[in-house]
């Protein structure tokens, strides 16, 4: 039966965390994510979960604790933002290698500088090529699913990888919404018990996590690592039709909305989307053909998927929520471009920078960029291809 | 899209908008509607002005931006008057609800013009007197789901006595005061 709720998306993702009630948790409060370890603290307290929660002294010592009690055998998880992700950087990169299942809750802030605590994805982008997985969340119901499937994710024989389930801070981490959550006991089923094949605690198989690799070796360990993020799109695909039996709520690697007849369409991550989608309405009740595609999974990267659903558009803009100073756009742009452009596609696009350091996105600016796509169409001439939206005079 | 009820309130840190658009959210929820209750976050201290909003439809809420062009605006701190404009935007055929010891006439003057319903209630008067101390946001909440008519007052009431029972689990002493200041407020918004 599902309960019918509202809660911030930082509420969600706390009892999201109760109901499969991990085995550790480390953190650091930071904005916008401070929330997260302070509500499950207090279940910890409560004795509502039977999970050891270490509150260290910082990020670093965050996922380094991660790391260790993953290794270890045990279940971890850990949330944070901005800074604080970037303070877990060189652990971020020895989770991954070290194959550990850590799921950690990632509530999207700008990096400093200038210091800035509101929502853009500079946090998360940057951690893209550490070799997590990364799963993002339009609203709170989305954050909530996404972590409930994490660890079949995650854990899986065919991935072992870590896995960062983000959202955006302060517009869904801190909006109180109404959600669906399911009941503990459907989260526990589905969600299972952890049984690792290797950890440091089996004592009938000692092993060593971690050492030095050496130049014969280190590239044959790096493509096992690609190889399992390549085999986790299937894995992803496989335990959201699983979700879909229990929740109803049906999970892909992106979502369209209205683009099979699309001439125009925007790629878009997270809470912009549903704004978006608003704006797509008033577009298709004017007559006009235009769409959306919305990523959930980043990584692994679903390019030959995104291109098939994009070989219709005639004109595309990517909205990237991060600067890349490539002089060409973001992250998120340079994905979609690379893999267009691999799938032999012929449509333009153009990359726009939107939203960084929580600048409002308005339904009236998606529009704009509906428009500025329908300018191109109509003239051919694609213009500047690396742009600006809602930027002051 | 236009079927959502779009409220703003204007306060300062530490008065309680932020609490009391999310106790709206909460009663509005509480009646099967789909909600949404959030600030806008910057680097607040006490006193500064602070912006919350409130969405509340009964179909899905999908948009995530701030309200630009509200139906119905709180101001819970009419010193506010001077420094923000509270009326931005705000719709002709909407209302405002300020808290102040002046008439709605006396008020309108000070509103640039703003041609809609304007609302008044006393919500120092009501708090010192059911509280004993000043929390203006109660009597707001009171008043703007009055002006609002989003339900009538004995449900409201209902529900924020178990709202409050909740909130105020470790201090239940308090949970009457809060319940007569809405009481006054429901009476003497006007």
Not at chain 1, 199 to 222: C, R, T
Not at chain 1, 356 to 376: K, M, P, Q, S
Request: proline share 4%; aromatic share 8%; charged share 25%.
């Amino acid at each position: 039966m599902a309960i019918r709720e509202r809660l911030s998306g930082n509420e969600a993702v706390a009892i999201a965390m109760r109901q499969i009630n991990p085995d550790v948790m480390a953190a650091f409060p930071i904005t916008p994510s401070t929330e997260i370890p302070q509500y499950f603290s207090t279940f910890v307290a409560n004795g509502q979960v039977d999970t050891e929660f270490v509150p260290v002294e910082s990020e670093h010592s965050a996922m380094s604790a991660c790391v260790g009690s993953e290794a270890a055998g045990a279940r971890t998880l850990t949330a944070t933002s901005s800074c604080g992700l970037a303070l877990m950087w060189e652990e971020l990169y020895i989770a991954a290698s070290c194959r550990l299942p850590i799921a950690l809750a990632c509530v999207n802030r700008a990096l400093s500088g200038p210091i800035n605590i509101n929502c853009d994805h500079s946090d998360s982008m940057g951690a893209r090529d550490s070799g997590w997985i990364q799963i993002y969340s339009e609203n709170n119901q989305e954050a909530y699913d996404n972590f409930v499937q994490a660890y079949r994710i995650a854990e899986h024989k065919d991935v072992r990888l870590p896995i960062m389930i983000c959202q955006d801070g302060f517009i869904t981490s801190h909006a109180v919404e109404n959600i669906n959550l399911l009941e503990d006991k459907e989260v526990k089923d589905f969600v299972g018990e952890y049984n690792p094949q290797e950890y440091l605690l089996n004592q009938d198989h000692s092993m060593a996590v971690g050492p030095y690799d050496i130049p014969a070796y280190y590239m044959e360990h790096k493509k096992q690592q690609a190889v399992a993020m390549e085999n986790a799109k299937q894995v992803i695909l496989d335990v959201a039709a699983e979700f879909e039996k229990i929740s109803g709520r049906k999970y892909g690697l992106f979502e369209t909305y209205k683009l099979d007849d699309a001439e125009c369409a925007i790629v878009i991550i997270n809470s912009a989307a549903g704004t978006a989608k608003d704006a797509v309405d008033k577009l298709r009740a004017e007559g006009k053909k235009v769409g959306l595609l919305k990523i959930r999974v980043f990584r692994p990267f679903p390019a030959k998927e995104i291109a098939e659903a994009l070989k219709n558009v005639k004109v595309l803009a990517v909205m990237d929520r991060c600067e890349g100073f490539s002089s060409q756009g973001g992250p998120l742009g340079a994905e979609v471009k690379s893999a267009l452009y691999t799938a032999g596609s012929t449509t333009k696009v153009v990359d726009y920078i939107y939203g960084i350091g929580g600048r409002d996105v308005r339904v009236e600016n998606i529009e704009e960029v509906y428009g500025a796509l329908f300018d191109i169409l109509a003239t051919g001439n694609i213009g500047e291809t690396y742009r600006y939206l809602s930027l002051r005079d | 899209m236009s079927n959502v009820l779009e409220i703003r309130w204007h306060g300062r840190g530490g008065q309680g908008a932020k609490t009391a658009s999310l106790l709206l959210a909460d009663v509005a929820f509480n009646t099967g509607k789909y909600v949404q209750g959030f600030p806008e976050y910057g680097p607040e201290r006490m006193g500064a002005p602070i912006t919350a909003y409130n969405r509340i439809s009964d179909d899905p809420i999908r948009v995530h931006s701030n309200i630009y062009d509200p139906e119905f605006v709180v101001v819970v701190d009419e010193t506010l008057l001077e420094c923000v404009d509270v009326t931005k935007g705000l719709k002709k055929d909407g209302a405002i609800v300020i808290n102040s010891a002046k008439t709605p006439d006396e008020i309108r003057p000070l509103l640039k013009g703003y041609e809609g319903r304007v609302y008044t209630v006393d919500a120092r008067k009501i708090s010192v007197a059911a509280l004993g101390k000043y929390f203006p946001n109660s009597p707001m909440l009171a008043a703007i789901v009055k002006v609002t008519g989003i339900m009538d007052d004995e449900s409201f009431l209902k529900e924020m006595e178990g709202s409050y029972k909740h909130k105020f689990a470790s201090k239940p002493e308090v949970i009457e005061g809060n319940m007569n200041a809405l009481r006054m407020s429901l009476q003497e918004v006007k």
